[in-house]
């Protein structure tokens, strides 16, 4: 199993629904997880992160934790175009290193 | 806060130079910094973490003699792509650890490489 694996999607959602992007991962991974977004060409921003069970909201984004089903999860409330990009999900490994999904393209149709 | 610089934005070499790319930390300190590198439709790589005044720490199958990384002060950390060739050809990409928001990594704005 790899460490932190997310689909590649492309997730396909119509513009003002919630997309939904899941990420599972493997017991190398700590409690801390983060999610960040990457434009084509462009670096990744983070969005949000999360280190405790349950959900987590900032404006449209909520992370949500599942520590018993190594789960974590994002959810965009009334996506925009402008949300279509690449999602990465990451864990911490130890060391502090950063352990990335392959990541899930998401495109909102207007 | 958190904004994490680097430069050059874009580099064009012929093969067999070296390239130097430099990441600063900008509004924090970061005694730790990670250098990436992530090629068409893929995921990034870890290739090291960089450790203010100690030796960098480098992932897997990453040549520490080909890929020089220093860590100088808590804000800047240089990679340079020594004897680059084609194969070199990437989007590197660093970034720093707030130390004061613990665990979170900040990017940088990311360096293509090209070598002819």
């Known amino acids: 199993q790899k460490e932190v694996e997310q689909n590649s999607g492309p997730l396909s959602v119509p513009e003002g629904a919630i997309a939904s992007l899941n990420c599972t991962y493997s017991?190398?991974?700590?409690?801390?997880f983060f999610w960040y977004r990457q434009y084509s060409g462009k670096s990744p921003e983070l969005i949000m992160s999360?280190?405790?069970?349950g959900d987590k909201e900032d404006g449209r984004f909520t992370a949500q934790l599942n520590k018993a089903s190594q789960y974590v999860s994002l959810l965009i409330r009334d996506s925009q175009p402008s949300d279509s990009a690449t999602y990465l999900c990451?864990?911490?490994?130890?060391?502090?290193?950063?352990?990335f999904g392959a990541g899930t393209i998401l495109r909102v149709k207007s | 806060g958190a904004v994490v610089s680097q430069h050059p934005s874009r580099v064009i070499c012929k093969s067999g130079t070296s390239v130097k790319i430099e990441c600063r930390s900008l509004?924090?300190?970061?005694?730790?910094m990670f250098w990436y590198r992530q090629f068409p439709k893929q995921s990034l790589m870890l290739m090291a973490t960089?450790?203010?005044?100690?030796?960098?720490?480098?992932e897997q199958g990453v040549e520490k003699d080909k890929f020089l990384i220093n860590h100088a002060s808590l804000t800047l950390s240089t990679l340079t792509v020594t004897s680059a060739h084609p194969e070199d050809s990437s989007f590197y990409i660093c970034?720093?650890?707030?130390?004061?928001?613990?665990?979170?990594?900040?990017f940088g704005p990311g360096t293509r490489l090209l070598v002819l």
């Open positions: 970034s720093a650890r707030d130390e004061l928001v613990v665990e979170t990594q900040y």
């Open positions: 017991d190398r991974v700590s409690q801390s």
């Open positions: 999360i280190y405790s069970n």
């Open positions: 990451a864990g911490m490994e130890y060391g502090n290193k950063l352990v």
């Open positions: 509004d924090f300190q970061a005694t730790t």
């Open positions: 960089s450790n203010e005044g100690s030796k960098a720490t480098y």
